[in-house]
């Protein structure tokens, strides 16, 4: 079982609202990831970061941010809610040992009214 | 730029028949290849992965998967599926190089007919 969280695994929010996706591992894992996905479609990469203080734009442009303060948490905020923001976030780890795979959160699914 | 290609975006089988899931990459660099599961309402999970050595990579349920370094392929198999097979694939490839992140294709839903 892997040890990674993401809180709330599901939230309705207003258009215009601040939100944060937490995402914590307990796994010591360097990197951890973000991806969007929308029902039945395909994983985009939004964020990615390689150890604390470092944080990557993905293949997906994304209006939301994250930060990386600490090894084991990886929150991603949206400033402003849009409708169009609604979809499945997926964040994952994984260790920086060459061979390894990634560990994936249940999700959080955002909807924006 | 790099991308991971799924043939089948959909795909029904009835119970018994032997399933094959295509996946193509394109990098020409070392990877590392997975194929992970989501099972409905679940999170994905490993199935199988590939780093080095014999290309033909065995994984739980049955499953298993052929690496072709001269196709750039990874294709997933199994001789006998089950109704619980019934979920969504996504082949999955880490790009070894500075960048060194993973890359997901869009996946297909296996739909098994008991």
């Known amino acids: 079982e892997a040890d990674i969280y993401q809180t709330p695994r599901y939230l309705v929010i207003g258009t215009g609202k601040k939100i944060t996706l937490e995402c914590s591992q307990t796994m010591g894992h360097d990197k951890m990831y973000w991806y969007q996905q929308d029902p039945g479609m395909e994983l985009h990469l939004i964020h990615y970061s390689y150890g604390v203080n470092s944080t990557e734009k993905g293949d997906l442009s994304s209006e939301s941010t994250v930060s990386r303060i600490r090894t084991e948490h990886f929150p991603l905020t949206l400033e402003s809610a849009r409708p169009s923001h609604t979809s499945q976030y997926l964040c994952?780890?994984?260790?920086?040992?060459?061979?390894?795979?990634?560990?994936f959160g249940q999700g959080t699914r955002l909807t924006v009214v | 730029a790099q991308s991971v290609s799924q043939h089948n975006h959909h795909v029904i089988l009835s119970e018994a028949a032997s399933l094959e899931l295509g996946c193509n990459y394109s990098y020409g660099g070392t990877v590392n290849l997975f194929w992970y599961v989501q099972y409905p309402g679940q999170h994905l999970q490993l199935l199988l992965k590939?780093?080095?050595?014999?290309?033909l990579v065995k994984g739980i349920k049955g499953f298993e998967a052929e690496f072709i370094k001269s196709k750039f392929s990874f294709n997933l198999r199994k001789p006998s599926v089950q109704w619980s097979d019934t979920a969504e694939y996504f082949c999955a490839v880490d790009i070894m190089n500075r960048d060194d992140k993973i890359i997901f294709g869009k996946g297909t839903r296996l739909h098994i007919l008991p």
């Open positions: 590939y780093f080095s050595g014999d290309p």
């Open positions: 994952a780890s994984s260790s920086s040992d060459r061979n390894t795979e990634a560990f």
